[in-house]
């Protein structure tokens, strides 16, 4: 996983830090399924900037996930730009003041990035927009194979109901 080491760092108030750095990505569940990153490892760019009361993280990257359409389970691929801002108080006296992504002078930058894609997600990942889905009566693509069927169509299941409530 990818951490910074903030020790290291001996930035005065109004002194920035920019690096340069690969951020490791987890295997996104969402929505019950397996969003995988490719690459699974991105470079990003990381700017720590010292205020007077505290310091300011900055962190840019793209993701790219693979997995599969919310509505026909065909290939989708989601892009996630990605530009966040965290802040740590010199003097933390108030949580919101704090990272959770600081522990022991140390920036935790795979978690940090993990938490930001899963914040970016769609509410439902499609293949694109406009994917129409999978046919409710047979189950077949509507993006290849475009149809409709009749009202009382043929479908086996309901003749099978037809002849149980017959039967009744
Ligand atoms: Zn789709
Ligand atoms: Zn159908």
Redesign the pocket.
């Known amino acids: 996983m990818t951490s910074f080491e903030l020790r290291r760092l001996k930035l005065r108030p109004g002194e920035e830090h920019r690096e340069e750095l690969q951020v490791e990505l987890p295997v996104f569940e969402f929505g019950g399924q397996r969003y995988l990153p490719v690459p699974d490892e991105v470079p990003a760019e990381l700017v720590v900037t010292r205020a007077v009361t505290g310091t300011v993280f900055t962190l840019r990257f793209a993701a790219r996930l693979h997995g599969p359409c919310y509505r026909c389970l065909g290939d989708a691929v989601l892009d996630v730009p990605i530009d966040a801002r965290e802040y740590q108080a010199q003097t933390p006296d108030d949580e919101e003041l704090t990272t959770p992504y600081v522990v022991a002078d140390r920036l935790d930058v795979s978690a940090w990035a993990r938490d930001m894609v899963v914040i970016a997600l769609p509410e439902k990942i499609l293949c694109r927009p406009d994917c129409a889905g999978l046919?409710?009566?047979?189950?077949?693509n509507?993006n290849d194979?475009p149809?409709?069927?009749p009202e009382e169509s043929a479908d086996p299941r309901w003749e099978a109901l037809n002849a149980l409530r017959e039967r009744g």
Do not use: D
């Not at 046919?135 to 077949?140: E, S």
């Open positions: 046919c409710p009566v047979c189950g077949k509507l194979e149809h409709e069927h």
